[in-house]
């Protein structure tokens, strides 16, 4: 599985990180609070999913992120 944060996301992070005036600590929050629900609904261990990406919306807006699967093998 590979994780996706997109430059928008970075760079939204890191305004409300400047607007809490907050250092590595509060960036480690804010960064948890948005994973907290991916790492419950998703398994480390799922091979269904090949990609999850993190965007703007995501941050600013509580979207949920993009899930991309993985094409499902053709068995004769």
Do not use: C, H
């Not at 091979?47 to 990406?53: A, G, H, V």
């Amino acid at each position: 599985m590979y994780l996706d944060f997109q430059d928008s996301a970075i760079q939204s992070i890191a305004k409300i990180a400047m607007k809490q005036n907050t250092g590595a600590r509060g960036l480690r929050a804010i960064i948890e609070k948005i994973m907290l629900d991916l790492m419950f609904d998703i398994p480390s261990n799922n091979k269904e999913i090949k990609r999850i990406i993190i965007d703007k919306d995501v941050i600013e807006n509580n979207m949920p992120p993009r899930i991309i699967k993985r094409d499902k093998e053709k068995t004769a």
